[in-house]
């Protein structure tokens, strides 16, 4: 290569290494990436990391396989780490959004650096303790403790449901929450109460449940037939929630949206499955995923990575409408 570049090979390796500035000519550094181009040359990856103490390897640790949020997320991340031949290890941790262990008993041995989605940082303290990179992935700016932090505008997106039940005349709400001590919902609980609480003629009362359909469906069974007015809108935290608040209101004869509005969180392919379709919030997941690994990839070469929101969108669909006229 120096040959045909007509350099020296201390040039060579220089301008291949990147360490040519200063000590290189612009031209003779071009004439080495041409001669590269020329030859076909290829680094070689495993020599160079060996060299640098890389794995090439980052790990995403996210809350649960069974979410497709979460499955959305790693093929973000995958994508963008494969333009920068890394690899990434998926790891559910065993307790949710509780404490994750580390994986591989010592994860700096076999790490580059450490992506986490939705989760709270002090649930990353033994996979922290190594001294590893940390991105966090919709989880609190506040208290990530990491290199860099890639949000949704979660708030904006609750925003942007209240709006829009409001504009179709809703008054009576009822906010069927996760009952998960996570960041994100908690954006939720306050935003809408923030959004919803002002306003002189709007009630709205918050139901938890467990994040999944029967649980959702027991939780707005009571909700609809408790005592007092019926709410004319369940405002759900996930598509989840949403879609066994749709199984409740059939259950007791209600047409959605006739009879009750619903809407949900996260546009999950579920959210077409169900009928009527739902309103809902789009989360770009694999856009979170990209924005994470893009942000790791520039903490390992030692550039500043700054914090990124990235914006929602409602999907309005079939599952609202017009409050009914009620007596």
């Not at 449901?161 to 001590?181: K, M, Q, T, Y």
Request: proline share 6%; glycine share 8%.
């Amino acid at each position: 290569m120096a040959r045909v570049a007509g350099v020296s090979q201390a040039a060579v390796s220089l301008v291949l290494g990147d360490k040519w500035r200063g000590r290189v000519s612009e031209r003779r550094a071009e004439a080495v990436r041409a001669a590269a181009r020329e030859l076909g040359y290829r680094p070689n990856l495993a020599a160079r990391d060996l060299r640098l103490g890389r794995t090439r390897t980052a790990l995403l640790v996210v809350p649960s396989l069974t979410n497709e949020f979460f499955a959305r997320v790693y093929t973000g991340a995958a994508r963008v780490a494969a333009e920068h031949d890394f690899g990434v290890v998926l790891y559910p941790s065993p307790e949710g959004i509780g404490p994750a262990r580390d994986p591989f008993g010592s994860a700096r041995a076999t790490l580059d650096g450490v992506i986490a989605s939705s989760m709270a940082a002090d649930a990353l303290a033994v996979i922290r303790s190594g001294g590893l990179p940390l991105v966090m992935l919709d989880s609190d700016p506040h208290r990530a403790r990491a290199a860099a932090t890639v949000n949704l505008d979660i708030a904006d997106g609750i925003r942007q449901v209240a709006e829009h039940l409001l504009a179709l005349g809703h008054r009576d709400f009822v906010h069927l929450s996760a009952a998960l001590d996570s960041w994100t919902f908690q954006v939720r609980a306050e935003t809408l109460a923030a959004t919803l609480g002002a306003l002189p003629d709007v009630t709205v009362r918050t139901e938890p449940s467990a994040l999944n359909v029967a649980e959702a469906r027991r939780t707005a069974e009571r909700a609809l037939s408790g005592p007092g007015p019926r709410p004319t809108a369940l405002i759900c935290d996930d598509d989840v929630l949403a879609a066994g608040a749709c199984k409740a209101a059939r259950r007791l004869g209600l047409r959605v949206p006739e009879d009750l509005s619903v809407t949900g969180f996260d546009d999950l392919t579920l959210a077409t499955a169900v009928e009527p379709e739902l309103t809902t919030v789009r989360l770009p997941a694999e856009a979170v995923g990209e924005a994470g690994m893009r942000a790791l990839m520039a903490v390992l070469d030692g550039r500043a990575a700054d914090a990124t929101v990235l914006p929602v969108e409602l999907i309005s669909r079939a599952s609202t409408g017009r409050p009914p006229i009620l007596p």
